[in-house]
């Protein structure tokens, strides 16, 4: 089953803890024992899993990333968001997270971030279940 998650976003660079959605997409498609697949498809926003309960965590990601690609760099790509394609792909652009007993088998700390790194825009998400008793 696909189904997908539009998200907006606010600012330039940004990571959003869409934990909560992603968990009730999967209570919706009741689904008992599976796997859930999170793929984004745009070049200039990835996903990651990190803690969700400090958000100082989220922002020293954005701060490291940034001291990696900054913005205003040396680039061969002239559009402006030459960073914000690098940043990209250093998070990646799916993830994967089992789901036990008909919830997201999250860490306690873990949370699903989307990662915004050419904002504001509307992002989506796709999220693909697998149910294994199916
Ligand atoms: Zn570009």
Known sequence: MLTQLE?????????IDISERIEQAVQEAKIGEGVLYLF????????????NYDPSVA???LDFLE???????KYKH?????????????VGSSAIVPIQKGKLALG?????????FD?????????????EGR
């Open 108 to 116: 306690t700390w873990q949370g699903i971030f989307l990662c915004e």
């Open 40 to 51: 984004v498809p745009h070049t200039t926003a990835g996903i990651l899993i990190n803690e």
């Open 59 to 61: 922002q020293d990601i």
């Open 67 to 73: 001291k990696l690609a900054p913005r205003q760099g």
């Open 78 to 90: 002239t559009e402006g968001n030459a960073d914000s394609h690098i940043k990209t792909a250093v």
């Open 7 to 15: 998200v907006a976003t606010k600012s330039r660079a940004q990571l």
């Open 119 to 131: 904002g504001p825009r509307q992002r989506k998400v796709f999220l693909q279940l697998m149910d």
